[in-house]
C-alpha cells in the first residue's frame, strides 16, 4: 500500500541493472495504437487543447493509452468506469467535449448500463469502443462478442457489439477502421461537434492473437534516400517495431503486422508499401 518493504525481508538479485529500460507500451501492430493517437489529433484538429478535453480510461489493454508517447487518458478505475465516469464530468460543469474509452469486453461486463443511462440523459458524450475481439490483457479469454470460429462451446451464442449500440437507443453511431488514422481522426472530429450522445465502434483483432495464425496486413519498409531521421514514425506511436540504430530506421520484419499506421505519421512518405 505504499510502504517501503524492510531490508530485511527484501532481496536483492541484481537483475534490475541487466533489464532494459521499457516503458508500459502496446503491442506491435496493436489496434488500440490507432485509437489513441486519433483522439490526440482529433482533440487538436477540432480546436481544443489536450488538456482541455477530458478522456476517460477503462481497465484491460485499452488502459495503455495513458502511457507515453500517447498520454490520452485521465482516469482508470473500473470496468465499465469510463462513461459513466464521462457523464459525471459533464454534470460537474465541464463545457468541453468529454471522451469515454473501453474495450468490447469491457462493455459487455459493465458498460451497457452506463451507455443506456447516458442515452436515457441524452449526456453531451462521445464514446470510443475499442473492439479486438479478446480479453487481451487478462489471458486472451474469449468473451460474448469474440467470433464464433473461437468461441470454446458451439451452443454460445456470439452477441454483435455493432447490433447492441443502436438497440440502446444511440442515434449518433458510426464503426471505423482504427489503422486508419486519418479517417478515424475526420471521424471523431466530427463527432465532438454534434450533440448528445456517440459512439464509435473501432474494430480491429487483436495483434497478438492475429499474429499467432500468421496474418499479415501489408510489407512496409523504410527507404533510406527520404528517411531524414526525424524519428517522428517512432515518437507518435511508440511501435517497438520501428527501430533506429542511430543512423537511420528500419523495421523489425518479426514485430510487424503491416498495420501500417506508422507510414501515416511519416510527412516524407519514407515509409513505403511493398505490395
Not at 468490447?104 to 475499442?130: E, K, R, Y
Not at 481522426?185 to 483483432?205: C, Q, S, W, Y
Not at 517522428?232 to 517497438?240: D, E, F, N, R, W
Amino acid at each position: 500500500m505504499g510502504r517501503e518493504l524492510p531490508e530485511e525481508l527484501g532481496t536483492s538479485t541484481g537483475a534490475a541493472a541487466h533489464c532494459a529500460a521499457r516503458p508500459i507500451g502496446v503491442c506491435a501492430g496493436c489496434p488500440h495504437r490507432g485509437v489513441f493517437m486519433s483522439i490526440n489529433d482529433a482533440i487538436v484538429g477540432a480546436g481544443y487543447k489536450r488538456g482541455e478535453v477530458v478522456v476517460t480510461g477503462d481497465i484491460g489493454c485499452t488502459i495503455l493509452g495513458m502511457s507515453p508517447p500517447f498520454l490520452t487518458l485521465w482516469t482508470e478505475v473500473s470496468m465499465g468506469a469510463s462513461i459513466s465516469l464521462a457523464q459525471g464530468y459533464k454534470y460537474a460543469g465541464v463545457k468541453a467535449p468529454v471522451i469515454a474509452t473501453m474495450g468490447d469486453s469491457t462493455f459487455i461486463h459493465g458498460g451497457m448500463p452506463g451507455l443506456a443511462n447516458a442515452v436515457w440523459n441524452n449526456v453531451d458524450v462521445t464514446l470510443i469502443l475499442m473492439d479486438n475481439g479478446w480479453t487481451g490483457m487478462t489471458g486472451m479469454q474469449v468473451n460474448p462478442g469474440t467470433a464464433m470460429e473461437f468461441q470454446r462451446d458451439p451452443a454460445h451464442q456470439r452477441l454483435d457489439i455493432a447490433k447492441i449500440i443502436p438497440a440502446l437507443g444511440v442515434k449518433e453511431f458510426a464503426q471505423a477502421d482504427p489503422y486508419d488514422v486519418p479517417a478515424l481522426t475526420a471521424l471523431l472530429k466530427d463527432m465532438l461537434k454534434r450533440p448528445g450522445v456517440k459512439v464509435i465502434l473501432a474494430r480491429r483483432e487483436c495483434a497478438i492473437q492475429s499474429g499467432r495464425r500468421k496474418v499479415v496486413y501489408g510489407r512496409f519498409h523504410v527507404d533510406p534516400a527520404l528517411c531524414t531521421r526525424c524519428k517522428a514514425c517512432i515518437l507518435k506511436t511508440g511501435c517497438p517495431g520501428l527501430v533506429f540504430d542511430g543512423e537511420k530506421v528500419s523495421i523489425d520484419r518479426k514485430q510487424c503486422n503491416g498495420c501500417g499506421i506508422c507510414s501515416t505519421q511519416c510527412r516524407f512518405q519514407a515509409i513505403v508499401r511493398e505490395d
